[in-house]
């Protein structure tokens, strides 16, 4: 069965910094892009980022580019999100998703990021 | 880059009603569009790939069509499980924009 588990949300400060992790089970996880999709409180779906099989190439929506940074480890079967410089309207839950192939096929449940102060 | 724009943003219907959303891109994207219903407090589920391929498990009262910038997503006889969000995605290597979402409610 596939499992994607995200964790590191929480509370942190404008300017602070969160690391994301999704830990992935249940498929060959060297195998599939992967991805991050958030989810402002009450708003629609926002894609965030996506990363190749190898960690090669790497794709982020205009508003993150130069503040996050999405990683993997396949050997640890793990996707990461960096985030830094964070700002109010960063507030959202991420989910991480493989992409199979492409298009979200499977989903985490979520972790919540707020961002105030 | 390519925005995504559903319509309508919200739908009220009964159960048994054939419900139609629309999604249109604002250049090509062939057919390389997904559709996903969401609903509260819950991750985003697969229902249609490339436009009109229904994933594995879906009901086939649902169904997907178009290409190119106009795709609708079909519900042929809404049921009550059907109450929810539906987001277009259209999707590539490197980029994956979503649609603002219709929620489609009890009339």
């Known amino acids: 069965e596939v499992q994607l588990v995200e964790s590191g949300g929480g509370l942190v400060q404008p300017g602070g910094s969160l690391r994301l992790s999704c830990a992935a089970s249940?498929?060959?996880?060297?195998?599939?892009?992967m991805s991050w999709v958030r989810q402002a409180p009450g708003k629609g779906l926002e894609w965030v980022a996506n990363?190749?099989?190898?960690?090669?190439?790497?794709y982020y929506v205009d508003s993150v580019k130069g503040r996050f940074t999405i990683s993997r480890d396949n050997a640890k079967n793990s996707l990461y999100l960096q985030m830094n410089s964070l700002r109010a309207e960063d507030t959202a839950v991420y989910y991480c998703?493989?992409?199979?192939?492409?298009?979200?096929?499977?989903w985490g449940q979520g972790t919540l990021v707020t961002v105030s102060s | 880059d390519i925005q995504m724009t559903q319509s309508p943003s919200t739908l009220s219907a009964s159960v048994g009603d054939r419900v139609t959303i629309t999604c249109r891109a604002s250049?090509?994207?062939?057919?390389?569009l997904a559709w996903y219903q969401q609903k509260p407090g819950k991750a985003p589920k697969l229902l249609i790939y490339?436009?009109?391929s229904l994933e594995s498990g879906v009901p086939s009262r649902f169904s997907g069509s178009g290409s190119g910038t106009e795709f609708t997503l079909t519900i042929s006889s809404l049921q009550p499980d059907d109450f929810a969000t539906y987001y277009c995605?259209?999707?590539?290597?490197?980029?994956?924009?979503f649609g603002q979402g219709t929620k489609v409610e009890i009339k």
């Open positions: 995605q259209q999707y590539n290597s490197y980029s994956g924009t």
């Open positions: 990363i190749k099989q190898d960690g090669s190439e790497k």
């Open positions: 998703a493989r992409l199979g192939p492409m298009i979200a096929d499977y």
């Open positions: 249940g498929f060959t996880f060297s195998s599939y892009w």
């Open positions: 490339k436009a009109s």
């Open positions: 250049q090509s994207i062939s057919n390389w």
